[in-house]
């Protein structure tokens, strides 16, 4: 398995499969991967964070309402992690490239 870009963060099940299959001897795989993976990891924050909320208010209460909900969330995320993130993409990414130094 190699890591996609491309791939939606509302596709991603776990921050950890952003990390499965990564290149690590790629340096831009790895920190692709390691963006992704904070990426991830602030949307399972959001959606926590938005769960329990009444219908209505900003994301609607009709059909498509749930629908909405993820896109906004999935693109909040993106925003957070292109704007600096919370401070994950670059631990994770040194941890990566630590495993690759380790295992040659």
């Known amino acids: 398995m190699t890591f996609n870009a491309s791939q ?3 596709t991603q099940v776990s921050p950890l499969t952003a990390l499965q299959g990564v290149d690590t001897s790629n340096k831009s795989a790895v920190t692709a991967a390691a ?12 959606e926590a964070m ?11 209460s ?14 909040y995320a993106k925003s957070i992690s292109d704007a600096g993130g919370i401070g994950l ?7 990566l490239l630590e495993i690759q130094e380790n295992a040659q």
């Open 8 to 10: 939606s963060v509302s």
């Open 35 to 46: 963006e992704e993976f904070e990426s991830v990891f602030v949307k399972n924050m959001l």
């Open 50 to 60: 938005f769960t329990g909320l009444e219908d209505g208010g900003t994301w609607g």
């Open 62 to 75: 009709g059909n498509g309402a749930e629908a909405w909900q993820g896109m906004m969330l999935d693109e």
């Open 89 to 95: 993409a670059a631990s994770i990414e040194r941890q």
